[in-house]
């Protein structure tokens, strides 16, 4: 026996809902309330189920007739049709329809947590001069992106020039030691030098390696490769003075600080260089989930402006609250390969606490709103039903049904949107020449 179906037109919905019902013209909207179906609803008020006419009926044997100005003809009265929206397969490939059985699942508690997206800080750097001078060449701004070992400025340098000066009178000191210290020898060797001169060559070498040594290590400190400091023999008068400001590490120059021609002090900051192939987030845990929020916890990171998620793990929770906004900071550590998330950006995390089962579980977009009502649209022999809903707990993406929809009830997943527009704009146009 064929299970009646009660569309939300037949007395369930208010009167400005019932004119949805109403037949259009053609196929499109069909009768799918059966006649046979009075066995199941016994101690019904069937007088207030009177059976539809067919819409072609209705169109062509009844409306020349029929006087529409107090639509009290019981033919008309439209909140007591069961209507239901039938689709050529054409149009439910283009609407995108997909319907599946009504089934159980499971809606999360979360928490929302805000936040914002900053600079890992474990990869942000602050490139200074380690001699004064003055700067002779300005080579990248902000926004720039820099490799690690790539110059980005030229400074005259007085300080370096004397340091360079120094590990060269070193150098030269040290080979002429050795020199002598070969000499030496040689000669104690041949039994024609003293032990005592021999000794004390030896001694002055020592020295002279140890001053080198020395003099080369202040250059290396003062940021000179060592390539450069192996080859400062080579190297011309003018080259002396030059400095040149490298970044120690690859990313993207977020700060400038510096101006052809300036004076610079040592150590002072003239850029800044992050690599951002991995941004923090920073989300506030306010006093009240302190206790529920721990390192280790999966949370879905979602951009307030675009919607752009992302999943992530809490990798700290500050040890302590901050006594202005009495919260505590949970850090999550994002990969950003393609520089997507972008620091200074405000961000909304969300950290499911736990999951309950439930018998009817829908997609947010599964459920349509009319004139205040929650419907779905269920498949029925081939046409699509308006259904009321009642909804019950809900989550970002999905919805509980506690009443009106049974599981295995095949259900419009996909598409409803479409259907709803589709059966508006239907109902509109059929009562365009009518005078209700």
């Known amino acids: 026996m064929t299970t009646p179906t009660h569309s939300i037109f037949a007395g369930r919905l208010p009167k400005r809902l019932a004119l949805l019902g109403l037949a259009t013209l053609g ?14 609803h016994a101690g019904h008020d069937h007088a207030a189920h009177a059976p539809a006419q067919p819409a072609t009926a209705h ?5 020349a ?11 008309h009265d439209h909140g007591e049709e069961a209507e239901a929206l039938r689709l050529t397969p054409e149009q439910r490939k283009r609407f995108g329809i997909v319907v599946q059985p009504a089934a159980p699942g499971s809606l999360a508690s979360e928490i929302s947590l805000p936040g914002a997206i900053v600079f890992n800080q474990d990869r942000v750097v602050h490139v200074v001069p380690r001699v004064a001078g003055i700067t002779s060449e300005v080579r990248k701004s902000v926004g720039d992106t820099v490799e690690a070992g790539e110059v980005l400025a030229v400074i005259e340098s007085r300080e370096l020039a004397d340091a360079k000066s120094e590990c060269l009178a070193a150098r030269a000191r040290e080979a002429l030691a050795e020199k002598i210290f070969a000499r030496e020898k040689t000669l104690r060797e041949k039994q024609i030098a003293a032990e005592q001169d021999f000794l004390e060559a030896e001694q002055a070498w020592a020295e002279a390696r140890i001053a080198l040594r020395s003099a080369e290590q202040k250059l290396l400190a003062l940021g000179l490769p060592r390539q450069e400091v192996q080859a400062l023999d080579a190297a011309q008068d003018e080259a002396l003075t030059r400095y040149e400001v490298r970044s120690p590490l690859a990313g993207i120059v977020t700060e400038k600080h510096v101006a052809l021609g300036e ?11 992050a690599d951002l192939s991995s941004v923090w987030v920073n989300l506030t845990v306010y006093a009240k989930h302190l206790g529920t ?14 919607g752009a998620q992302a999943h992530g793990m809490i990798a700290m929770i500050t040890p302590f609250v901050d006594e202005a906004t009495r919260s505590a900071t949970a850090r999550v ?8 998330w972008m620091p200074g950006t405000f961000v909304t995390g969300f950290i499911n606490l736990s999951a309950d089962d439930l018998a009817v579980v829908v997609a947010r977009h599964t459920v349509q709103n009319i ?29 509980e049904i506690v009443d009106g929809l049974k599981p295995g009830t095949p259900v419009v997943v ?14 509109l146009d059929s009562h365009a020449g009518h005078g209700h």
Do not use: C, W, Y
């Open 27 to 40: 196929t499109a909207i069909r009768p799918a309330a059966a006649a046979d179906d009075h066995d199941d």
């Open 59 to 63: 169109a062509d044997d009844d409306h």
């Open 65 to 75: 007739g029929h006087d529409h100005g107090d639509g009290t003809d019981g033919a």
């Open 263 to 273: 004076s610079l002090e040592a150590h002072a900051d003239i850029f800044t260089v």
């Open 293 to 306: 929020v721990r390192p280790g916890q999966e949370v879905v990171l979602r951009v307030d402006h675009s």
């Open 333 to 340: 550590v994002l990969e950003n390969r393609d520089g997507a």
């Open 371 to 399: 004139n205040g009502r929650d419907v779905v649209f269920v498949e029925h022999e081939g046409a699509f039903e308006m259904t009321p809903v009642t909804v019950g707990r809900a989550d970002r993406t999905r919805l």
């Open 414 to 427: 996909e598409g409803a949107f479409q259907l709803k527009a589709t059966l508006i704009t239907r109902t």
